[in-house]
């Protein structure tokens, strides 16, 4: 679980839109850019490189 307070001021550093928290993969996602970041040891890794792209059935998934 990430705090709320964290996961508000946080943005994708790729189109700077919102991250929503997924409890399922323990990842930060993107639907503007198409990437999830993770969360290791609870940090938040917003870095592009260590993003992974969304797969297209995720797509379909967070653009609503």
Known sequence: MIDKKLLSILVCPVSKADVTYNKDTDELF?????????????????????????????RDKYAH
């Not at 999830?36 to 940090?43: F, L, Q």
């Open 30 to 58: 993107c639907a503007a850019s198409g990437l999830a970041y993770p969360i290791k040891d609870g940090i938040p890794v917003m870095l592009h490189n260590e993003a992974r792209e969304l797969t297209e059935q995720e």
